[in-house]
């Protein structure tokens, strides 16, 4: 058993004490090539609840200050994550995202750039869509819903998205106007998955 395996067994186990899981549609996750998961995120548990779902690794972008600590940097190294820095057009990290998928490997990202903290959906950074478009690769939306807390537990329920193709994105020599349309449908759809409507729930 990897590491990642076996920390996923440990975390899993560990998180059925505060939260109850519920994981939609499995089958929408290709197991045979490199993807894009894109996903709301509203905690600093989103990327554990997300890569609960199934066995393949998923690297995430995560914010730089987390490696900044030298023992969750390790662990969080040793379970894929790699660095990003925000609002500062990381190219180091976007080739090493495209890396990921084009070897075939599964990348995961929060395409509104940080949480959500009243859970109303945020605009769409492009790196996503622009990670797609370099890899020629589909993207899988996810919806993590937050329900109710029954005792000590909390409800959280991942549902993962029919991909979108990477043909729908449409995006040419990285087209603005293309690349802003195709985030839109991203989170359209992210949307959806959520139950809210798109106009009034993007801010």
Not at 7 to 32: C, H, T, Y
Request: glycine share 10%; aromatic share 8%.
């Amino acid at each position: 058993m990897t590491f990642y395996l076996f920390a996923q067994q440990v975390v899993l186990f560990i998180m059925r004490f505060g939260f109850k899981i519920k994981v939609e549609n499995k089958e929408n996750l290709p197991s045979d090539r490199g993807f894009v998961l894109a996903s709301n995120h509203r905690s600093n548990l989103d990327p554990l609840f997300i890569g609960l779902g199934f066995k393949r690794k998923v690297c995430f972008m995560a914010k730089e200050e987390l490696f900044q600590n030298p023992i969750l940097g390790f662990i969080i190294r040793k379970l894929g994550a790699f660095p990003v820095s925000r609002g500062k057009g990381d190219h180091a990290a976007i080739d090493k995202a495209v890396n990921i998928v084009q070897s075939g490997g599964v990348l995961g990202i929060f395409p509104e750039g940080t949480r959500s903290k009243d859970g109303v959906l945020k605009k769409a950074k492009s790196g996503a869509v622009l990670v797609a478009s370099m890899t020629h690769a589909d993207i899988i939306p996810v919806g993590i819903r937050y329900g109710e807390r029954k005792f000590i537990r909390r409800e959280i329920t991942v549902v993962y998205g029919e991909p979108i193709k990477n043909e729908q994105l449409i995006i040419v020599d990285n087209n603005r106007a293309q690349l802003k349309a195709a985030c839109g449908l991203l989170m359209s759809r992210i949307a959806e998955l959520l139950g809210v409507n798109i106009n009034d729930n993007i801010s």
